[in-house]
């Protein structure tokens, strides 16, 4: 090899070492860049998790004081001397302060997961099913007078306050009732209000909701009056022949005929026919259907949570019609 070639040959290698040199330097920079890359993540990360600390200490704080403000309002419903409870939408008792299990002369605990029903006098048990079963349809505060009775088996008469409380997707929680004993001046018993018995009276019960049905045909019943019950204003045209009835108590809202088609045929046979079959409706909506029912045809209109006094009087009246 002439001193060419080597000159050559070492020029090379100079070359190929100013090349690896210059690789290395770009590969610690990109190492370098890396680094800081990372160094900027972990910055992040560490600002993040004092964020979530400040976070998570302002939940705790929150989280005590709502856990305060519960006990001392858990604390102020198992103090009031009013009796309070609770209950879901099956009636079912979820929460009872100590006023109302001494009311009933029942451990407070034993109250708990118990049905309300068993307090409730025997003569208003349809008619607390009934209104429980409308109470979701209905707004504000409902005000309902029943007899309780207690472990010792005494009967006394309340009112009570009922508030509707909905969870955060507007479905029904529970029910909070509170309950306010009254005195024999501000109770005054179904017999006292309305005739003791009205034997003789038939009438014609048409509601296709078999419990309202057989409720309205227990109250009627209770006071002589001969009941006879039909789930539809087909059945209640039959009836009336076969029947004869003095007055028809009819539902309003029925699927097919409705309570209105009812009335308006039976008033087009009395045209034809004679006669006259005294009518009230009832209905779950208080404003909605009254004027209507009574340009309908029905003399008389009652709301379907009505108190059975209120019933027994409304069918009292139409019997008194001419």
Known sequence: MNDEQIRLHF???RQRIAKLQQHDVE??????????????IYEEMQSRLE?????EQGLIQQNQQIGSAYYH?????QASPIPYLAIDADGIILEANSAIAQLLEVPQPYLIGKPLILYIAPGD??????KLDRLPQTQGIQI?????????????AVELHIDTLKGDSDTIERFAIGIYPLSPTQHQPLAKTVPQSLDGLRVLVVDDEADARDFISAVLELHGIAVKAVASAADALEAIEEFSPDVL??????????GYTLIRKIRALEALKGGHLRAGAITAYRDEDCQKALSAGFEAHLNKLAEPSQLIEMVSQLARLP
Do not use: C, K
């Open 11 to 13: 020029q090379a290698i």
């Open 27 to 40: 590969a610690w920079q990109d190492i370098d860049a890396a680094l800081e890359n990372l160094y900027l």
């Open 51 to 55: 964020t979530a600390e400040i976070v």
């Open 73 to 77: 309002y858990y604390e102020l419903f």
């Open 125 to 130: 048990r349809s008619s607390f099913y009934l």
């Open 144 to 156: 309902w007078q029943m007899h309780l009775r207690s472990r010792a088996n005494e009967l006394f």
């Open 249 to 258: 108590v009819s539902d309003i809202r029925m699927p097919g005929e409705d």
